[in-house]
């Protein structure tokens, strides 16, 4: 006769997790939320590809819409770089829209 805790049981026949004696140390080091490497670069490698995917189906929309403002606003530049010191790392060489009322001011 094999004795199995009552947190077991129920985990086992409803296919849930007991709260009641989850400690946050198991939540830590449970296998099941790690992640697997092979996985993770897979993820990465289509996340990046459906982005690229996605910015280059929607350019011809943003050209339209530059193309637009430039149109229909006042005299002015249309993009102006953006002042982003806490990620100049990241956005180095981005531009944003310049028109009056729609950009924050830079601290």
């Not at 947190?7 to 992640?35: F, N, T």
């Not at 990465?44 to 929309?61: K, M, R």
């Amino acid at each position: 006769m094999t004795v199995e805790e009552s947190s077991a049981v129920y985990e086992r026949l409803l296919s849930r997790v007991c709260c009641e004696r989850l400690q946050p140390v198991d939540l830590i080091l449970s296998s099941a939320l790690r992640g697997d490497s092979r996985t993770m670069a897979i993820q990465s490698v289509y996340t990046n590809l459906i982005g690229l995917t996605l910015l280059l189906a929607l350019s011809p929309v943003m050209l339209t819409a530059i193309c637009l403002i430039a149109a229909f606003s006042g005299p002015g530049p249309v993009l102006r770089a953006l002042n982003a010191p806490d990620f100049n790392i990241f956005l180095s060489g981005c531009c944003a829209f310049a028109r009056s009322g729609t950009m924050v001011p830079a601290r």
